[in-house]
């Protein structure tokens, strides 16, 4: 890690689901929360709990140098909606074959202020 910059992975028992359009993507109890330094928190879920089968996989990767190379899976309506990291760095081997969502629903009255988006 860069000085200053932390990453910290923890397993959240938490009810998660994602839900766009109407349709549910993804519903977990096994999510992963990533906290890393000047992001949002992120939830990491199993790819087992994700409705794979209603996503496209998208040409798009991008490169984290904390993470590795992400690659994206869209919708018809929602480009690159989801990502991975599948050959993640050791750092953060964890979020191997789980998957994350730019919005996704967390029970409010388990979330501290900060972390509702």
Known sequence: MTRGHTITIERDGRHIRVVHGG???????????????GCPVRYYLP??????????????????????TASYWSL?????????YPDPKPDVAEIKDHLCFYEVEVPEAEVPEAEVS
Not at 23 to 37: G, K, M
Not at 47 to 68: I, M, N, Q
């Open 23 to 37: 349709r549910v993507l993804a519903e977990t109890d096994r999510a992963l929360a990533l906290r890393e330094t």
């Open 47 to 68: 790819a087992e709990d994700v409705r794979l089968d209603l996503l496209t996989p998208s040409d798009t990767h991008t490169y984290c140098p904390f993470k590795g």
């Open 76 to 84: 018809p309506d929602a480009a690159d909606l989801v990502w991975g």
